[in-house]
């Protein structure tokens, strides 16, 4: 018979199994020899694995999970550690993106109302194990009680804000086109399942503390691992980037397409401002070096880049730096690369 | 009798046959206008005023589309249309066409062109017209517009400007070919709307007020036009204040150039529909003679 944790389990490996292909197939399109992150997702097949033959063998409640409260409770401080999981998601996706308004739309919800909650709940938590551990049985069932009757309004209420606050970023993520690493699959998807299979695994083996170190560590590598394509200070992809558009991986958008080379010597806070307010939805930008910018899109009509060179040619003299401006479209069978050194 | 190209430059002078709506196009990039003078160079007694289209597309024929068109008589017509067909070489225009009211002048235009190689029929007009009254009976709801739909007055030149050049790189126009160089007061700064987040224009809904006082619905724009939510709300959000400002007989125009807005106006105005025109098309030859 399958119970409740036999159900989280099998989920478990699911999303492991799930969550390492999908990287596997991240690291194809990118020809990455280190899939750190894969590998991670393997030992937590291999975790979950471990897990159920361990509940085979010994199956049911006992007096230990008592102790601590029940099976009830000990779930929804899971989901506890599951808003600090999507609290943490939102926080890295603005890190990403780098959006104010992105942290503007979240903000409210998530540090007025839903980190005052958790905290709420922490104290519930420490209330609850000063109970267990030092009251007797007398005495520790009523506070239980208190406290898991709490639990279930406090996580109620943060689930209906997190509903609300994803809600809004969706709505906001619309119009953020940030770097689309994975054809088409926002790169934060693979770090999400990590962390919702270190949690689910979590609660299988009540080291929910220690899951979240687990799941930042996680994120922290995955982080890094795609950091090579991605310029840290500007969010723009980085010079690798270019490599990898002119190598193996082929974005067929961009056959035939137009590249503008954008150079400073001036100061290049201002002119990453200009691009990144100014950078037309369709173009890419690729940071080459400190004050030089490459930005590749499919073709438009020469009339167009030129409007966008005057455009950004004023926007520099307004802003008192040099800018330089060249743009071309791809020669027959040029890959950006060339184009690039054409321009340069 | 002469014909005269007819430009900013010259248009108190010239232009005094153009109707206000039609005059104040001249100057644009892409709008071209000839009158002619009578035999004695007094006033004018005729004159077309086109605009070209797809002049940029690599994979679109040149376009001259005839906006207005008046001659006191058949032989004024035949002169203009003689030079017309000169003229729109400069740009290799490989069609002619024309959408143009049934009135008084109608039958003699009808006549003159047919007879200068243009197919004529009559139908149903793209453009609808409705009222502010008619906005008002839209259930445009009570709900506040989200933060990131302001309206024109709020932008900055520069943001206004790069998020034209947004809508260029997105190839898109509206009604206008020359958007990229039309200047941000030739639209209505609190009725025309916009989406901006972090400083940056992702949507414009533009629309210009005629000399004749009627409003023009000139670009309907976002970066996910997918997305009917935000679109929504940008056409709420100028409906609203169109309805604020302006008396409810105010005429609105709405120009179903693409199957989008097509959709769109029937879904707001199933009832409406476009008086009859008489539309003409021709194919031009290189050498700007008519096939």
Not at chain 2, 114 to 130: C, L, M, P, Q, T
Request: charged content about 25%.
């Amino acid at each position: 018979m399958i119970t409740l944790t036999w159900a989280f389990d099998i989920f478990a490996i699911l999303l492991s199994v799930a969550s390492f292909f999908l990287n596997m197939r991240q690291a194809k399109a990118f020809k990455r020899e280190d899939d750190l992150f894969g590998k991670l997702c393997l030992i937590s097949v291999a975790i979950a694995a471990f897990k159920i033959i361990e509940d085979t063998i010994t199956p049911g409640l006992n007096v230990e999970e008592l102790k601590y409260g029940s099976i009830i409770s000990g779930y929804f401080y899971d989901v506890f550690d599951l808003g600090l999981l999507f609290i943490w998601i939102l926080f890295v996706d603005f890190m990403i993106y780098r959006s104010e308004d992105h942290l503007r739309i979240i903000k409210p919800d998530i540090l007025k109302i839903l980190l005052p909650v958790t905290a709420v709940e922490t104290f519930l938590a420490a209330a609850a194990l000063y109970g267990t551990l030092l009251l007797d049985m007398k005495r520790t069932v009523p506070l239980m009680i208190w406290v898991i009757v709490s639990y279930y309004i406090l996580t109620m209420i943060k689930a209906i804000l997190l509903i609300i606050s994803i809600k809004k970023l969706s709505d906001y993520r619309r119009w953020r086109k940030g770097p689309v690493m994975f054809r088409g699959m926002p790169f934060y998807i693979p770090i999400f399942w990590g962390f919702l299979i270190t949690f689910i695994l979590a609660y299988r083996i009540d080291l929910n503390p220690l899951a979240t170190g687990i799941g930042i560590f996680l994120l922290y590598l995955s982080m890094n691992a795609e950091r090579r394509y991605i310029d840290s200070e500007t969010g723009f992809f980085s010079k690798e980037y270019l490599s990898l558009l002119s190598g193996t991986y082929k974005n067929k958008n961009y056959e035939g397409g137009l590249g503008i080379l954008v150079s400073t010597d001036g100061d290049t806070k201002v002119i990453i401002d200009i691009l990144k307010k100014s950078k037309p939805t369709e173009l890419d930008i690729i940071r080459i070096s400190k004050g030089e910018f490459f930005l590749v899109g499919v073709r438009k009509p020469r009339s167009v880049l030129e409007i966008f060179k005057k455009n950004m040619n004023e926007t520099a003299k307004e802003e008192g730096i040099n800018l330089s401006v060249k743009y071309d479209l791809y020669g027959k069978g040029e890959n950006a690369e060339e184009l690039f050194k054409r321009l340069v | 009798m002469e014909t005269i190209e007819i430009s900013k430059d010259n248009l108190d002078k010239e232009g005094s046959l153009l109707p206000p709506d039609v005059a104040e196009n001249i100057g644009r990039i892409w709008i071209r206008g000839i009158v002619t003078d009578d035999d004695n160079g007094d006033k004018s007694s005729g004159g077309i005023v086109w605009e070209y289209k797809n002049v940029d597309e690599y994979e679109k024929d040149t376009v001259a589309e005839i906006i207005w068109a008046f001659g006191e008589n058949r032989e004024v017509l035949y002169d203009l249309l003689a030079a017309y067909r000169i003229q729109i070489q400069d740009e290799s225009a490989v069609v002619s066409e024309f959408e143009i009211p049934l009135n008084q002048e109608a039958s003699m235009l009808e006549e003159t062109f047919s007879a200068d190689g243009f197919k004529i029929s009559n139908s149903e007009s793209r453009d609808i017209y409705v009222t502010v009254k008619d906005l008002k009976g839209l259930k445009l709801g009570n709900k506040k517009s989200p933060f990131y739909i302001k309206a024109l007055r709020d932008l900055s030149f520069r943001q206004f400007r790069d998020g034209i050049t947004d809508v260029l790189f997105q190839d898109r126009k509206g009604l206008m070919e020359d958007i990229a160089w039309v200047s941000l007061d030739w639209f209505e700064p609190d009725i025309s709307s916009c989406v901006v987040m972090d400083d940056i224009v992702k949507g414009f809904f533009l629309i210009h007020r005629t000399a004749t006082g009627i409003l023009v619905a000139e670009l309907l724009f976002s970066v996910d036009m997918g997305d009917n939510r935000t679109v929504l709300e940008l056409i709420r959000f100028t409906l609203r204040e169109t309805i604020k400002k302006y008396s409810p007989e105010t005429r609105i125009l709405l120009r179903r150039h693409n199957d989008m807005v097509h959709s769109l106006v029937k879904k707001l105005f199933p009832d409406k529909e476009g008086e009859v025109v008489m539309t003409g098309h021709r194919r031009e030859k290189a050498e700007g003679m008519a096939e």
